[in-house]
């Protein structure tokens, strides 16, 4: 079973930046692909980004290339979500999942653990 908790989340203006982190109590995080999702009240998850196992691939959602950096710390069993230019529409419950094995995916059912969520809120 892992364990995934995430930190980090908060109320920030737009325009500005929040770093999330994700910690997974496992014993080899290096076997599992990361993900980070997002819920906005009223609407579906949706993709955010991936890694993939060692780090050297990254995948993101159209919405927040250029401004959301995925990256990971094998070392520490953490991932991170870095935001910068922060929206309002960017608001939303954000999710770290974790996949083992395989190749990294946008599709939420391919991933086998969640974490409980961290709350970001962008005010405009």
């Known amino acids: 079973q892992v364990q995934l908790v995430e930190s980090g989340g908060g109320l920030v203006q737009a325009g500005g930046s929040l770093r999330l982190s994700c910690a997974a109590s496992?014993?080899?995080?290096?076997?599992?692909?990361m993900g980070w999702f997002r819920q906005a009240p009223g609407k579906e998850r949706e993709f955010v980004a991936t890694?993939?196992?060692?780090?050297?691939?990254?995948y993101y959602a159209d919405s927040v290339k250029g401004r959301f950096t995925i990256s990971r710390d094998n070392a520490k069993n953490t991932v991170y979500l870095q935001m910068n230019s922060l929206k309002p529409e960017d608001t939303a419950v954000y999710y770290c999942?974790?996949?083992?094995?395989?190749?990294?995916?946008?599709?939420?059912?391919?991933?086998?653990?969640w974490g409980q969520g961290t709350q970001v809120t962008v005010s405009s």
């Open positions: 890694i993939s196992r060692g780090g050297g691939g990254t």
């Open positions: 496992v014993r080899t995080f290096s076997i599992y692909t």
């Open positions: 999942a974790a996949r083992m094995g395989g190749y990294s995916t946008n599709s939420g059912p391919a991933y086998d653990y």
